[in-house]
């Protein structure tokens, strides 16, 4: 019912910035919940950010201050501004739906719908 397509990862140096995006196709985008999530290698995917249908946002405590959640409905794309990067924020970042309205959770097992990744490299 959706597809999900990141980009805008990359390699940067330690305290750099990047904007991840993801476009999404569907005909009730503005009606779901939408969050970014990592996974490092040889660990668990985690959940990074999220964002309602209302605008309200969820961070994971390593990333609140640094990581912005945003969602434009008109372009049906999702935003993850990532900021004052860090060597541990290695990993790839994907972005899924939960086709509720409200972001409840970051936990994996909440959303229904994945993107394919983009990979962010940081460097120091």
């Known amino acids: 019912q959706l597809v999900l397509v990141e980009s805008g990862g990359g390699s940067v140096q330690s305290g750099g910035s990047l904007r991840l995006s993801c476009d999404v196709f569907?005909?009730?985008?503005?009606?779901?919940?939408m969050g970014w999530f990592r996974q490092a290698p040889g660990k668990e995917r985690e959940g990074v950010a999220a964002?309602?249908?209302?605008?309200?946002?969820l961070y994971a405590d390593s990333v609140k201050g640094r990581f912005t959640i945003s969602r434009d409905n008109a372009k049906n794309t999702l935003y993850l501004h990532v900021n004052s990067l860090k060597p541990e924020d290695t990993a790839i970042y994907y972005c899924?739906?939960?086709?509720?309205?409200?972001?409840?959770?970051?936990?994996?097992?909440?959303?229904?719908?994945w993107g394919q990744g983009t990979q962010v490299t940081v460097s120091s």
């Open positions: 899924a739906a939960d086709h509720r309205a409200y972001c409840y959770t970051l936990r994996t097992l909440g959303y229904n719908y």
């Open positions: 569907g005909y009730t985008y503005d009606t779901y919940c």
């Open positions: 964002i309602s249908s209302d605008g309200s946002t």
